[in-house]
């Protein structure tokens, strides 16, 4: 028998195949088609302080290999979710992960008070790269801003025992750099990472597809590009790394593991497929088996580590000066 158990921020988790943010709800939608008792974690959507109604349609677009979209965190609202989503949650069957994200730093912290029930969640992910929202004046991402993100850590940290996941953006020059700052702010993991901020043009009005123009590229097309974020915060980071980023086989979650993720979300393959992550599980077991890895966590950084690797751009910055 493989052993999948991966201990991540402090918890241990049956297997390393967890459901994305955004793309399985709260669990409850998805009963029907996945045996939640089966997969790593449920990670849940977003919830922020009050309710909001997300942005206006259209919200997603097809896209070679891929999937734009500009949702912009519609949810019922902290409050609400502790009352209408904890039971459900907390009798699930397998561990919980609650994400949320905030606009001022006030918020950040009621936020994280109104979610913690003494020790549920699991874990917190902290969406500090949300594309579909703004944050503020600059309308930038939180995790765009080292400042910001060991604000947010800091404060949040300071008002809640549940361990951190910081949900990272790959929308920077040097995501690395990003986690080192995550880390040292009290983030127990990060999640690497969020959606590519991509633009959907209709050449038929000749106007921007999306109200907000720019919106969430996801799927197996930011696969490469999110194996080498993983790649990146893994060689800079103790902390665990959480893998995500267009995983549609078992094969996909294994090559993560291999680039340094301790874990993986699966998250678009949902969309097209409910029964994704129980799959995904399944194929990674096998993967598991046929090259003879008796412990998954065994995989984490294996293609990382090698010898004679180039290392990764954010510790060859000096080098790298144009
Ligand atoms: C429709 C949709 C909604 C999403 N909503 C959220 C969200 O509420 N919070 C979050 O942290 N990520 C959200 N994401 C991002 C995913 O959790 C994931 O990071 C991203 O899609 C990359 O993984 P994938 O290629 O497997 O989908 C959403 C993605 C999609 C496609």
């Known amino acids: 028998m493989t052993d999948l158990t991966v201990r991540i921020a402090g918890?241990?988790?049956?297997?390393?195949?967890?459901?994305?943010?955004?793309?399985?709800?709260?669990?409850?939608?998805?009963?029907?088609?996945?045996?939640?008792?089966?997969?790593?974690?449920?990670?849940?959507?977003?919830?922020?302080?009050?309710?909001?109604e997300g942005n206006p349609p259209p919200r997603v677009i097809e896209t070679a290999s891929?999937?734009?979209?500009?949702?912009?965190?519609?949810?019922?609202?902290?409050?609400?979710?502790?009352?209408?989503?904890?039971?459900?949650?907390?009798?699930?069957?397998?561990?919980?992960?609650?994400?949320?994200?905030?606009?001022?730093?006030?918020?950040?912290?009621?936020?994280?008070?109104?979610?913690?029930?003494?020790?549920?969640?699991?874990?917190f992910e902290i969406n500090l790269s949300c594309p579909n929202v703004s944050y503020g004046a600059a309308r930038g991402l939180v995790a765009q801003d080292k400042r910001a993100v060991e604000k947010v850590l800091r404060a949040v940290k300071a008002v809640t025992r549940v361990p951190l996941i910081a949900k990272l953006t790959p929308n920077v020059t040097d995501i690395g750099e990003i986690a080192?700052?995550?880390?040292?702010?009290?983030?127990?993991?990060?999640?690497?990472?969020?959606?590519?901020?991509?633009?959907?043009?209709?050449a038929e009005t000749m106007k921007p597809y999306f109200k907000r123009v720019v919106a969430g590229l996801s799927g197996p097309a930011i696969k490469p590009l999110a194996l080498k974020a993983v790649m990146d915060a893994y060689r800079q980071v103790k902390v665990p790394v959480v893998g995500i980023?267009?995983?549609?086989?078992?094969?996909?979650?294994?090559?993560?593991?291999?680039?340094?993720?301790?874990?993986?979300?699966?998250?678009?393959?949902?969309?097209?497929?409910?029964?994704?992550?129980?799959?995904?599980?399944?194929?990674?077991?096998?993967?598991?088996?046929?090259?003879?890895?008796?412990?998954?966590?065994?995989?984490?950084?294996?293609?990382?580590?090698?010898?004679?690797?180039p290392r990764a751009i954010s510790k060859n910055r000096k080098r790298n000066v144009i």
């Open 66 to 123: 891929g999937l734009l979209n500009s949702v912009g965190l519609e949810n019922k609202g902290a409050e609400w979710f502790v009352k209408n989503k904890y039971p459900f949650l907390k009798q699930c069957g397998t561990n919980v992960v609650v994400s949320f994200a905030a606009f001022t730093p006030g918020e950040w912290v009621k936020c994280a008070e109104i979610l913690t029930d003494g020790d549920f969640p699991d874990a």
């Open 180 to 202: 080192v700052r995550a880390e040292s702010s009290g983030a127990d993991a990060v999640a690497v990472a969020n959606t590519f901020q991509g633009v959907a043009v209709d």
């Open 11 to 52: 918890k241990n988790f049956k297997n390393p195949v967890w459901a994305a943010s955004g793309t399985f709800g709260c669990g409850e939608e998805l009963e029907r088609f996945v045996d939640l008792r089966n997969i790593g974690a449920i990670v849940t959507k977003t919830v922020t302080l009050g309710e909001r």
């Open 245 to 309: 980023g267009g995983i549609m086989t078992g094969i996909d979650a294994a090559e993560f593991m291999l680039c340094g993720a301790a874990a993986v979300e699966v998250g678009t393959a949902t969309l097209r497929d409910p029964c994704s992550c129980s799959r995904v599980l399944e194929e990674l077991q096998e993967y598991l088996k046929t090259k003879g890895v008796k412990k998954a966590r065994e995989l984490t950084g294996r293609a990382a580590k090698q010898k004679g690797l």
